[in-house]
Each structure stands twice: as structure tokens, then as C-alpha cells.
């Protein structure tokens, strides 16, 4: 089992420039995630475990070569951690989606999904011009002239209110958890 070495004045610098790349790596590969800070902190937490493990068997390498394996050993731990973790999800994934599969095909998931449809054309029909246009803008990427003379700031208010009234079309019957739910299939 290896052992964790103790703090020396010696390498206390050492130690903390060893964590300054520990925090840039856990930084790096947590920049994507949809909880970074999270990811982050555990990162980090994974890093740092991997160089106070290793830090002892690379002592006496070169200070050049000491960095250069503690930094591969660190990213190691980090990659693998996530490799980890995605493999996880995905199995996670592929169990949820074959018992939502069954789901799918059955008469009262067609009976909900076209009573959400039939809520969604009445709620789109309710909306002003200017908000159809922005809506079609956003859901479909295509950007029509009369979208372009509208900023910026007024598109994403004026999309904010479309949802929010389309919102209080479906809401009524449904929860907002039953809603994601059943969008997310």
C-alpha cells in the first residue's frame, strides 16, 4: 500500500506548484460538463490523490522529469476517472432507454404525446406575430430577415415570454416533472 509522504519545508513549494497543475487539469476537463464545479472538485480531489501517491516513486527523478510524470499521472487518474464515469452513464443510459422504448409504443404514451401536441399548436396559435417568428427562428435555426432587425436582448425576451405562455398551456394537467420526463423520451 503506498503511503501518503509528509509535508516537508523541503517540498512544500514543490507540493503546491504539483497542485497548481492538479487545479489546471481539473479545470480543463471540467470546462465541458453541465456541472463544472462539481466536476471540478472531484477532479481535483482525484488529482491530488494520484500525486501524493506517486510523489514518493518520483522523487528521485530530475526535477524536469519529476514534473513531467507527476503531470502524465495526474491527467491519467483524471482521464480514467471519466472514461469511468461515461461508461457508467451509458449503461445507465441504455437500461433507461430500452425500459422507455417499451414506454414509447404503448396507446397511452400516443394518447399523451398527441395531447401535448394539440396543447402546443393552440398555445402557438395564441402568440403574437413577433413571438411565432422568434420561435421558429430558435427552433429552427433559419433566421428570416424580419428576425434580423430585432436585437439581441428583445429576441430572448420576447422568446421568454412565448415559453412562458406556452408554459401555461400545458401546465394545468401536467406536472413539470411528468413534462420533462415525457419531452426527454
Do not use: C, W
Not at 130 to 139: C, D, M, V, W, Y
Amino acid at each position: 500500500m503506498n503511503t501518503v509522504p509528509e509535508m516537508d519545508d523541503e517540498y512544500s513549494n514543490e507540493y503546491e506548484q504539483y497542485l497548481l497543475i492538479v487545479k489546471r487539469y481539473a479545470q480543463k476537463f471540467s470546462s465541458r460538463s453541465s456541472h463544472p464545479e462539481e466536476l471540478r472538485e472531484e477532479l481535483f480531489s482525484i488529482g491530488t490523490l494520484a500525486f501524493l501517491e506517486a510523489f514518493e516513486r518520483y522523487k528521485s527523478f530530475t526535477e524536469i522529469h519529476r514534473i513531467r510524470a507527476l503531470s502524465l499521472r495526474i491527467r491519467g487518474e483524471m482521464i480514467d476517472y471519466l472514461a469511468k464515469s461515461k461508461r457508467q452513464r451509458e449503461r445507465f443510459i441504455s437500461t433507461e432507454s430500452k425500459e422507455s422504448a417499451s414506454r414509447r409504443t404503448g396507446p397511452e404514451y400516443r394518447h399523451i404525446l398527441s395531447d401535448i401536441r394539440s396543447k402546443l399548436e393552440a398555445g402557438f396559435q395564441n402568440l403574437t406575430y413577433e413571438e411565432r417568428l422568434i420561435l421558429q427562428n430558435f427552433l429552427t435555426g433559419k433566421e428570416k430577415y424580419r428576425v434580423r432587425e430585432i436585437s439581441p436582448s428583445s429576441r430572448t425576451k420576447i422568446k421568454q415570454r412565448a415559453f412562458k405562455k406556452l408554459r401555461k398551456h400545458l401546465s394545468f394537467k401536467y406536472e413539470k416533472t411528468e413534462l420533462f420526463s415525457i419531452l426527454a423520451e
